[in-house]
């Protein structure tokens, strides 16, 4: 070492630093890559992943070959820093080396490199497995011997390194995921996602079409109002039944219909006769099971029932859909019946709106656990019929009851905007 002139010795111990700045940033940029993004450029045939992959497929033998790599070039730059202190100052140069050299290697081969890799790790990950690849090859038997001893140690602790990671997502991850995306996908798709990840968390109890308020047809009706009806519908599918929906005999297409009553070859019993047996839902039956369900029975339509077998409601295809991309012919924020804007803030509503279309059109958080209209909440919130002038502030909205008839909240005023409650203990 003392033959060595001191220009080699500075050359090297530059070299050993930015071997260990290699070692060190490369380790966090492997091991901060986005594992879904590597999926995907693997499938692109992208080299750099495809190694990249390979290498973090079991991270115990990547990070025993990084850290024998970056502890072997620390332990020699140490040395070479103690014979150049040593050689330049004496024997009380080797504190001061210490100090230095960990200040150099704290700095450049530690903080600036990792850093780097974990904003860019894909920029210092993909190059870096070019590099690791033969050089796992070349040292395994050092990384086997070193991982022999590690692994056995972690199985020890009950951890198996051999196992790997899981990586599935939550559904409340892949929520905070799309929500992240960011301008990365736009306002109306993220919207979508996010009703899609919510179709299991909603029954068809929450979207029906209530019992009283189903259009059909009634075998029993006078033939002249039976016919007026199947002209003048806005339904292509209708319920047929005798007497109430409790006795339905299935449902008709308007378009098997309407040839026949041109060609004025339909009757009751031809009617009936073309009636399709009804589909039962369970009203907690989740959306996505029932999108589901539609496909296999190729239907679009049901009825849903309770668990005592009673029609509660009707459900379709397109309401299911709805959930998903929004209102088919209207815009749910402008043109809804139920709400007549008032005022700012300020809308007159339909005791009988649904809670969700509620939340949905004038961005409101009502809870959506309990009943399903908003007449229902306020029952169940008041545990009484409210006279008119009657006010309640309703999960932090003002809410003033404007007209009631019979057992129904028929009409109110909603303040659309939440305020704040306080509390005597703030």
């Known amino acids: 070492m003392d033959d060595i002139p001191l220009g080699v010795l500075f050359g090297a111990l530059g070299f050993l630093i930015i071997l260990s700045a290699f070692f060190s940033g490369s380790e966090t940029g492997l091991m901060t890559l986005n594992r879904y993004r590597l999926r995907h450029l693997v499938r692109a045939r992208h080299a750099g992943a495809t190694r990249a992959q390979k290498l973090l497929e079991r991270p115990d033998r990547l990070i025993g070959l990084i850290l024998l ?6 332990i020699l730059a140490s040395t070479l820093t103690a014979v150049i202190a040593v050689r330049l100052i004496g024997e009380a140069g080797l504190v001061i080396g210490a100090a230095i050299l960990t200040i150099v290697i704290l700095v450049f081969a530690e903080v600036t490199p990792k850093t780097l890799a974990a904003l860019h790790p894909e920029r210092v990950a993909f190059p870096a497995a070019f590099i690791y690849g ?22 020890a602790f009950g951890v198996r390194p051999e196992e790997g990671t899981i990586d599935a997502l939550s ?51 006078d033939w002249n109002t039976i016919v007026q009806q199947i002209i003048s519908s806005p339904y292509t599918r209708l319920p047929v039944f005798h007497g109430s929906i409790d006795n339905v005999v299935g449902f008709i297409h308007l378009r098997r219909v309407l040839p026949l009553l041109k060609r004025e070859q339909l009757d009751r019993e031809t009617l009936e006769n073309l009636t399709r047996e009804p589909l039962f839902i369970p009203e907690n039956t989740p959306l996505n099971r029932q999108l589901l369900n539609f496909q296999r029975e190729r239907r679009r339509v049901g009825l849903v029932v309770d668990e005592y077998g009673d029609i509660q409601g009707l459900v379709t295809l397109e309401d299911i859909l709805e959930e998903v991309v929004g209102e088919f012919t209207t815009d749910p924020a402008t043109n809804i019946s139920d709400f007549t804007l008032e005022g700012d803030g300020v809308y007159l509503v339909n005791g009988t709106a649904n809670v969700r279309d509620l939340n949905r059109a004038l961005s409101m958080e009502l809870p959506t ?27 932090g909205y003002p809410i003033e009851i404007v007209q009631t008839k019979g057992n129904l909240v028929k009409t109110l005023r909603v303040h659309a905007t939440r305020r704040r409650v306080i509390h005597p203990a703030e």
């Open 134 to 155: 033969p050089l796992m090859w070349l040292l395994y038997p050092m990384v086997w011997a070193v991982n022999i001893v590690a692994n056995a140690i972690l199985k």
């Open 369 to 395: 656990d309990g009943p399903k209209t908003l007449n229902g909440l306020v029952l169940e919130y008041l545990e009484d019929i409210p006279e008119p002038g009657t006010s309640l502030l309703l999960s």
């Open 171 to 221: 559904q409340e991850e892949l929520r905070t995921v799309v929500l992240e995306a960011g301008a990365m996908i736009p306002k109306r798709h993220q919207d979508m996602l996010l009703n899609i990840l919510d179709l299991e968390n909603v029954t068809v109890e929450d979207i029906m079409v209530p019992r009283k308020d189903i259009s059909g047809i009634d075998l029993e009706d």
């Open 69 to 74: 790599g970056n502890n072997f070039v620390n």
